[in-house]
């Protein structure tokens, strides 16, 4: 626990100098998007039509700027040991309605107990909600995301599987890394984000994709040794 905590540490300072920085560029950023939406309403054409691209880039910044005051704050990273299923099961529902909308459905598939892990249980939140977001914005006609877990070689492993567009071999190395993205609309920070938070629980995640058929997304944690095993 007390190396989990250490990890943790350094995660935080980095986290903090970004949640500083994004904190202060979004006080200016408001502004700049009220006024814009001002100038909007008044613009005929072609300025209207540039309006609106402006306020779609300024979109995209705030959302940047979202992710990465997700990066944590010290004082809210608690280890502790919980149970992952039913905080895999809180993102699914936060994300249902989204998932109707787009003609997705989201299977569950537990065993009646998996160990517990040692864990931050709102930074394991947005892991999920990163990866579950992922594989149903790789399937823009709908289809069907399988959530599943188990227990593997003393870890225990949640798997989220799509039937999107896959991820190509040459493009794997380059998830994670920051900005990296293939969507008009994406900031390339989840999953930077989601592989320093699980770095800190000394978890993985590992990618199999095949193109065309979809992707598996495999996140391994260690079972807790302190906490309860949770046995039926
Ligand atoms: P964003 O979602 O904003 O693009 P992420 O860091 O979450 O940023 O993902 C980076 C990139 O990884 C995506 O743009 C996409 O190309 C690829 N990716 C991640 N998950 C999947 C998936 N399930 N299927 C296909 N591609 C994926
Ligand atoms: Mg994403």
Redesign the pocket.
């Known amino acids: 626990m007390d190396e989990l905590l250490l990890q943790a540490e350094k995660l935080s300072a980095v986290g903090q100098l970004a949640a500083g920085v994004a904190h202060e560029i979004r006080n200016p950023l408001t502004s700049l998007k009220g006024f814009t939406q001002i100038l909007h309403e008044k613009a005929e054409y072609p300025e209207r039509q540039y309006f609106d691209i402006m306020m779609a880039e300024l979109d995209r910044i705030d959302s940047i700027l979202g ?1 990465m005051l997700l990066l944590a704050k010290p004082q809210e990273v608690h280890f502790q040991p919980w149970d992952v299923v039913p905080i895999v099961q809180e993102v699914v529902a936060l994300l249902l309605t989204q998932a109707v909308i787009k003609n997705i459905s989201v299977q569950t598939d537990f065993p009646a107990a998996l160990p517990f892990v040692d864990c931050d249980k709102s930074q394991l939140k947005q892991v999920f909600l ?2 579950i ?3 149903m ?2 399937m823009p006609q709908g289809g069907t995301v399988r959530v599943s877990g188990q227990v593997s070689a003393g870890d225990v492993c949640i798997d ?1 599987m ?1 039937q ?4 190509p071999a040459d ?1 794997l190395p ?3 890394e920051p900005f ?4 008009e ?10 592989h320093r938070i699980l770095a800190a629980h000394r978890g993985t995640m590992r ?1 199999t ?1 095949e193109p065309g058929k ?2 598996t ?1 495999r996140i391994c944690l260690p079972a807790s040794r302190t906490g309860s095993q949770h046995l039926a």
């Open positions: 992710e990163n990866v977001k992922n594989a914005e790789a989220v799509d999107g567009e896959g991820i493009r380059k998830l994670g990296f993205t293939t969507k609309k994406g900031t390339g920070l989840g999953l930077m984000v989601s990618f994709s979809g992707t997304v």
